[in-house]
């Protein structure tokens, strides 16, 4: 596979894709942050991370490098990559190809999902396969839960993958977005009660003063990962918009995120995955889905369509929250749905990819997900369904676990079927073939249920875990990338 993994749409990439030609693109004209109102500066525990992602002028200001180290960014569920590591991947890499032997294929550890290179992935990828298998209720095999917990830092953190686990974790390696996939997968999986403890301590512990999320320590606020770790949080029964540090919820970050009604109506509700250097915001799709799955208090595996929709009911999108003075996260949620279901309309079906070259099947998948996750079940169906019309689809799965695992998660969310997609695909024996195979979970009767449910409820388990948080990503990872405009905090 070579050193390095290359930018593909199964490898981690921005949210926003530093223009590429030579010459710098005009500026657009700015917007300003969160709800029309210029941000206030950006409170985190560290200085701006070199590795936050290039804005559309960038390509003119950045080295090859970081511009490289742009397109491996971790912001969608494709999974999560190490920026700094990718960066010095770029450095490093040979010009022209080596004419040495070719170098050995890495030995993959047990337990892992999926045959290629888990240097930036291997945590998320592993959490998608075990959420998505929860889903359909199967119980993932030990040696799959097994390489999980194995990948924790003593701490509580998670990196991207820990290719000697008896060597310490180094702290600046550790990410937000692969401790809360983990936190999610193994609260659904049951019996790893201790090891979802540390984590949701660490994610605390780290959290930025305007109360979201970088994607390492002390790194600047954005809303993939801030959407990511709401889903954590949700998955144990915490209550995210009471989790706060300086004041600020995660809310309130992701409010000062999101396109208010000074911008244009296109854009009105969109979600940004950081502001520009001058605190100007610019739509993000796959950071808009992450954001609107953390407002209606979900994670990645919210489960089927609720507020009455698995009754029957379909509740019509509603974009009245982007003008509203003070929004609740719900409706912040509602207005990034609204703008979800625009742009899919004008795509057909599917949003398109960052650079602007063709579709982007994850952030599609991940719209489905967050839109079902409010109750809008024919909205979600509108991308779900080109997911299986497009010719693009599977194989854009092929041998990327994570991609398999997101669309049974989409599958689950509208109500679909992921044994059928597209008529004849099993989604779920194509996840399991790539990895420790499950065993299908038998329902327990009389006292073996009441011990079960009660064992569910220590770990943090049982249908809580579907009702993850009221996110509204993602979580939102698509790719998938500030400042404080107050709103109703969740009560």
Same mark, same amino acid.
Request: overall charge negative; some cysteine.
């Given at each position: 596979? +070579?050193?390095?993994?290359?930018?593909t %749409?199964?490898?981690?990439?921005?949210s926003?894709?530093?223009?590429l030609?030579?010459?710098?693109?005009?500026? %657009?004209?700015?917007? !300003?942050? +969160?709800r029309?109102?210029?941000?206030?500066?950006? *409170?985190?525990?560290? #200085?701006r991370?070199?590795m936050?992602p290039?804005?559309?002028?960038?390509?003119?200001?950045?080295?090859?490098?970081?511009?490289?180290?742009?397109?491996?960014?971790? &912001?969608t569920?494709?999974?999560?990559?190490?920026?700094?590591?990718?960066?010095?991947?770029?450095?490093?890499?040979?010009?022209?190809?080596p $004419? !040495?032997?070719?170098?050995?294929?890495?030995? &993959?550890?047990?337990?892992?999902? +999926?045959?290629?290179?888990?240097?930036?992935? /291997?945590?998320?990828? $592993?959490?998608?396969?075990l959420?998505?298998?929860?889903t359909?209720?199967?119980?993932?095999? #030990?040696?799959?839960?097994?390489?999980?917990?194995?990948? @924790?830092?003593?701490?509580?953190?998670?990196?991207? =993958?820990?290719?000697?686990?008896?060597?310490?974790?180094?702290?600046?390696?550790?990410?937000?977005?692969?401790?809360?996939?983990a936190v999610?997968?193994?609260?659904?999986?049951?019996?790893?009660?201790?090891?979802?403890?540390?984590?949701?301590?660490?994610?605390?512990?780290? @959290?930025?003063?305007d109360?979201?999320?970088?994607?390492?320590?002390?790194?600047?606020?954005?809303?993939?990962?801030t959407?990511v770790?709401?889903?954590?949080?949700?998955?144990?029964?915490?209550?995210?918009?009471?989790?706060?540090?300086g004041?600020?919820?995660?809310y309130?970050? *992701?409010?000062?995120?999101?396109? /208010?009604?000074?911008?244009?109506?296109?854009e009105?509700?969109?979600?940004?995955?950081? %502001?520009?250097?001058?605190?100007?915001?610019?739509?993000?799709? =796959?950071?808009?889905?992450?954001?609107?799955?953390?407002?209606?208090?979900? /994670? *990645?595996?919210?489960?089927?369509?609720?507020?009455?929709?698995?009754?029957?009911?379909?509740?019509?999108?509603?974009?009245?929250?982007?003008?509203?003075?003070?929004?609740?996260p719900?409706q912040?949620?509602?207005?990034?749905?609204?703008?979800?279901?625009?742009?899919l309309?004008?795509?057909?079906?599917?949003?398109?990819?960052?650079t +602007?070259?063709?579709?982007?099947?994850?952030?599609?998948?991940?719209?489905?997900?967050?839109?079902?996750?409010?109750?809008?079940?024919?909205?979600?169906?509108e991308? =779900?369904?080109?997911?299986?019309?497009?010719?693009g689809? &599977?194989?854009?799965?092929?041998?990327?676990?994570?991609?398999l695992?997101?669309?049974?998660?989409?599958?689950?969310?509208v109500?679909?079927? %992921?044994?059928?997609?597209?008529?004849?695909?099993?989604?779920?024996?194509?996840?399991?073939?790539?990895?420790p195979?499950?065993?299908?979970?038998?329902?327990?009767t009389?006292?073996?249920?009441?011990?079960?449910?009660?064992?569910?409820?220590?770990?943090?388990?049982? !249908?809580?875990?579907?009702?993850l948080?009221?996110?509204g990503?993602?979580?939102?990872?698509?790719?998938?990338?500030?400042?404080?405009?107050?709103?109703?905090?969740?009560?």
């Amino acid at each position: 596979m +070579g050193t390095r993994p290359a930018p593909t %749409p199964d490898r981690p990439r921005p949210s926003r894709y530093a223009e590429l030609s030579p010459a710098p693109p005009a500026r %657009p004209q700015a917007r !300003t942050g +969160g709800r029309g109102r210029l941000c206030r500066p950006h *409170l985190t525990k560290g #200085p701006r991370s070199a590795m936050a992602p290039i804005g559309r002028t960038g390509a003119a200001r950045a080295p090859p490098a970081a511009l490289a180290a742009t397109l491996l960014l971790p &912001l969608t569920l494709a999974g999560p990559a190490t920026a700094a590591a990718a960066a010095a991947a770029v450095q490093t890499a040979p010009q022209t190809a080596p $004419q !040495t032997a070719p170098v050995q294929k890495k030995k &993959l550890p047990e337990g892992l999902y +999926g045959t290629a290179d888990p240097e930036f992935d /291997g945590v998320w990828r $592993q959490s998608l396969a075990l959420l998505a298998q929860r889903t359909q209720h199967l119980r993932p095999a #030990p040696a799959a839960v097994g390489f999980l917990t194995g990948q @924790q830092c003593a701490d509580g953190g998670f990196a991207a =993958y820990r290719a000697d686990v008896a060597k310490p974790c180094d702290p600046a390696t550790e990410d937000t977005n692969a401790t809360a996939a983990a936190v999610q997968a193994l609260s659904a999986a049951g019996g790893e009660r201790a090891a979802v403890g540390k984590a949701v301590t660490w994610l605390k512990k780290i @959290q930025n003063d305007d109360g979201g999320w970088g994607f390492n320590p002390g790194g600047p606020t954005d809303a993939n990962s801030t959407a990511v770790v709401v889903g954590g949080l949700a998955a144990v029964g915490e209550r995210p918009g009471k989790t706060t540090a300086g004041g600020g919820s995660p809310y309130d970050a *992701l409010a000062a995120l999101q396109l /208010g009604c000074d911008a244009k109506k296109a854009e009105q509700g969109a979600y940004a995955y950081q %502001p520009e250097d001058d605190g100007a915001l610019f739509p993000n799709d =796959y950071a808009t889905a992450a954001a609107v799955l953390a407002g209606t208090g979900h /994670g *990645l595996a919210p489960g089927p369509a609720e507020k009455g929709a698995a009754a029957g009911e379909d509740t019509p999108v509603d974009d009245a929250g982007a003008c509203a003075e003070d929004p609740s996260p719900a409706q912040a949620s509602e207005a990034g749905a609204a703008y979800l279901a625009r742009k899919l309309a004008a795509g057909d079906g599917h949003l398109p990819a960052l650079t +602007g070259d063709g579709p982007d099947h994850n952030a599609t998948a991940v719209a489905a997900i967050a839109l079902a996750a409010g109750g809008h079940r024919s909205a979600a169906r509108e991308p =779900y369904g080109w997911l299986e019309r497009d010719k693009g689809t &599977l194989p854009w799965t092929k041998d990327n676990p994570a991609a398999l695992a997101t669309l049974v998660l989409a599958a689950d969310a509208v109500g679909a079927d %992921p044994g059928a997609f597209a008529g004849d695909t099993d989604l779920v024996a194509r996840l399991n073939a790539t990895g420790p195979r499950p065993t299908a979970e038998k329902p327990a009767t009389g006292a073996a249920a009441a011990d079960e449910e009660s064992s569910d409820d220590d770990d943090g388990t049982g !249908t809580a875990v579907w009702a993850l948080l009221g996110v509204g990503l993602a979580a939102g990872a698509g790719i998938g990338l500030l400042a404080s405009a107050r709103r109703k905090r969740n009560a």
